[in-house]
């Protein structure tokens, strides 16, 4: 009788235990996100708003919403333009270190949420809508089918913003007159990462392309990007992502690039979307940023190496 006692007692203090170690775990991992902000290091303020726009695709017209993160400066003319895709199942909020940081440093940043496969899209008239609208599941067999929808779908929407952003003028006074469009930069994260690559080999106005952990299966000859890169991938599983990329074709080896490895990184560590809760985040650690006290070391690093190459990218032209 006293065995069972003392057993039940063992396993109701191990419980407590556990539970108790796994708060104050969590406790302190949090600590360390909140105690550390990722604050914008450029001398310009940043501000922001959301527009939306109409095109006709494929017999149906569809709105697209999209996050403008701008420098607080009266003349827009010398700010080159950056156009982001977020990744599946995100949205270009869940990037807010890596666009604003861009943003206080001279750039306007354009991020198209894909109606679709964004996590949340607000749409017009302020309704938010959650999950995904389209019934395609990341496998194997219909991941190709995925990668070539999204990029359809996000080059037609590119094109529609391009023109429209090229037709406004001066004179209309709108936000877009006088940018920057012969400095674009196409930046992109995850499956973005694949659709700002691809459409990189096609618009030649697109003069950088910056693939951030980007899927790369079915790459080919034909989808390199002509314009200069950077293939910047996480450590932590990022290494097969690029590997698989490299030995598609050795031709990339001999165009204008850069392949950069955050070691200390995982695929989710350039997204900050992991911000929204503090015990998932904690359970996620170990897959988010790994060996290091300082929970944002990692994204700092992404942040730096795309900062450093977009400047140092505009500054040659």
């Known amino acids: 009788m006293y065995a069972h006692i003392i057993a039940k007692g063992i396993a109701v203090g191990l419980f407590c235990i556990g539970v108790c170690g796994a708060l104050f775990a969590c406790a302190i991992y949090s600590s360390v996100f909140d105690n550390v902000e990722i604050k914008p290091t450029g001398s310009f303020g940043v501000a ?94 219909n991941r190709e089918q995925l990668i070539k929808q999204v990029i359809d779908q996000y080059s037609f929407m590119i094109d529609d913003f391009m023109s429209k952003c090229s037709g406004w003028s001066a004179m209309q006074q709108h936000f877009f007159a006088g940018i920057d469009t012969l400095h674009v930069i196409a930046l992109g994260h995850s499956l973005g990462g694949v659709t700002m690559l691809k459409n990189a080999s096609t618009k030649k106005w697109i003069k950088k392309v910056i693939s951030l952990d980007g899927w790369y299966e079915n790459i080919n000859k034909s989808a390199l990007p002509s314009c200069t890169w950077l293939f910047l991938a996480a450590g932590v599983g990022g290494k097969s992502y690029l590997a698989r990329m490299i030995s598609v074709d050795t031709a990339l080896a001999k165009s204008v690039g850069e392949k950069i490895i955050i070691e200390k990184a995982g695929h989710g560590a350039f997204s900050d979307a992991i911000l929204w809760n503090k015990v998932r985040r904690w359970f996620m650690a170990r897959y988010i940023l790994v060996g290091s006290i300082d929970a944002h070391e990692g994204v700092r690093e992404i942040r730096r190496i795309v900062l450093d190459w977009c400047s140092r990218l505009h500054n040659n032209d």
Do not use: W
């Open 48 to 141: 922001s708003l959301t527009m939306f726009e109409h095109c006709l695709y494929k017999g149906k017209t569809i709105e697209y919403p999209y996050d403008v993160f701008f420098p607080i400066k009266k003349d827009f003319t010398t700010c080159p333009l950056v156009l982001f895709a977020h990744g599946y199942l995100s949205q270009s909020t869940d990037y807010l270190f890596l666009l604003k940081e861009l943003a206080s440093h001279g750039y306007v940043v354009v991020a198209i949420n894909m109606p679709g496969l964004a996590r949340v899209v607000k749409l017009a008239d302020g309704t938010k809508v959650h999950g995904i609208f389209q019934s395609i599941d990341i496998t194997k067999e």
